[in-house]
């Protein structure tokens, strides 16, 4: 920062001319740019602005109209104060005349009681002005340094965000252009008291171009974007206030080299999930995983636009019933894809939810409804939406059943949202393993629609059913294993079409007496005979619990 006419007053040089401010009292932080020495009447037209004015006032002119005019002339060209030393033209005061335009104009006026070396002066201040740009220039490189290691490291948002922060030593609040909170820091201060009702605080700030202080809130916002596409905007959030006239926002080149940074990582990962849906799979970790408290989660999504303190909470759980597994590069593109496809359902549904990855296979939705909303006609809307969009987007046949949606238990707080998410993951687990339709009338699935899939499920880390599982079927793993076989696929198809052997052999593609033969080994290796129901049941439910453990 430059040094301001107060801080050049408090130099040991000036203070032995027992200075005294006669006008302009209010306007002490004026940064002082420079040091100007003259006594010229019409020296505005050598100045730039900045400026502090050293003179005598000898040559300065005697009538009224002449004085008004050279403060007048001095004020508009932009500098910071005019000093005066008294001795050779005026001794005890200055005229009013002079005093009254500079009071008028707010240019600080200030009278030198003792003479003093103007050069001394000059070299003072010059060397102060010297040591803040080269400080400045340090602090820049520092600051280009520093963002230049994040954009090369890929850093996410959150990071960034933190580095603004930590350098600022102030809030920073990352927003979309709905002025929803998509990662903030609080630099140490309550979380509440940043986040609470920021949608409306942050419409109310608007300062022009791309880059502005607004005085009123104190905040310091630049845009976010790249390539003529703005999307959101960072802010630094400080006291109220004005900044010191023609002076720059300390910040300001902090703020918007985070801005680039932020701007250059949504180019790089523009083929990755999207910055909202980051942060809505973060709240959704963070409500599973408990590394976020019950106010924690409200209050951040509250800022993200999803209310749902006083809403009825439901968990959905996303999956794509499977398929050939796709390359890892290929499977991220896919599950990015299907997010923002749910995401796209909720909105044309015009629900409000938390809507984001939940591991490598599936989407996880919290979806918040109000009191005048019926759950199932919104369960329905939205399970009937994301097979049509899914449908449109080639990601299923037009007759294709669609994703699995699996729902969980509504709930009444945010408290027990880690309870409904949970049972919906459950749910969908067991669920990918059904036929398609099943009976049910829902176009999405519930616990009670599972049965003993579900059941199993629930039960998969009992060592009593991993147990049963190695019991039924292990001789039978044993020997795939070694001989690289597919007899366990045999006996599955068998039991799925309900022990009919000429359907299971056209189901596995084989001709009826190599199929048979398949399965005669299947009754050698187990010791068991195929023909009993009972049997038949007992592996049935193995190889259902088979797969769940898998899960």
Known sequence: MLPTVARVLDLEVMRRGLPQVVAGADRLERPVRWVH????????????????????????????????????????????????????????????????????????????????????????????????????????????????????????????????????????????????????DTAGRPEVELLEDWERRSRGVRPSGRTGHDPRSGWLVTTVGARGQDWGRLVLVQEPGPLPEGEPHPHAMLLERGASALALNRLVVRDRESLERQTHRTLLSGILTHALTVSEVALRAQALGVPLDGRRLVGVVLRQRRGPIPAALEAQARLRDFTELAAGAVRACRLSALVGALDDEGVGLLIALGTQQDEHAALDAFSATLRRMSAEAGREGADAPGPVVAVGSSVGSVRDARRTLLEAAQVADAALHDAPGGGRTASYYRLPDVRLRGLLHLLRDDARLQTYVERELGPLLAHD???????????????????????????????????????????????????????????????????????
């Open 481 to 551: 294993a070694e001989h690289n076989g597919q007899l366990v696929q045999m006996l599955r198809i068998y039991l799925d079409q309900g022990r009919n052997k000429s359907a299971a052999a056209d189901a596995a593609h084989l001709s009826r007496p190599s199929f048979y033969d398949r399965l005669h080994k299947v009754e050698r290796i187990l010791g068991v005979d195929l023909d009993q129901v009972e049997s038949c049941l007992s592996l049935h439910v193995a190889l259902l619990a088979l797969d769940a453990v898998r899960r």
């Open 37 to 184: 020495v003259s006594e010229l009447p019409d020296v505005a037209g050598m100045l730039q602005g900045g400026e502090l004015v050293l003179t005598t006032g000898i040559a300065l002119p005697e009538d009224r109209e002449g004085l008004a005019r050279y403060v007048r002339e001095l004020d508009e060209v932009g500098v910071a104060g005019l000093v005066v030393e008294f001795g050779r033209r005026y001794f005890d005061s200055l005229p009013r005349a002079l005093v009254h335009a500079a009071e008028q104009r707010g240019l600080p006026l200030v009278t030198l009681r003792r003479e003093v070396r103007f050069v001394a002066v000059t070299e003072a201040v010059h060397a102060l002005v010297v040591n803040a740009q080269l400080e400045q220039l340090r602090i820049s490189e520092s600051v280009h340094q520093v963002f230049n290691e994040l954009v090369v490291e890929g850093a996410e948002p959150p990071e960034v965000v933190r580095q603004v922060a930590r350098m600022a030593g102030a809030p920073v609040v990352l927003e979309n252009l709905a002025h929803q909170v998509l990662a903030h």
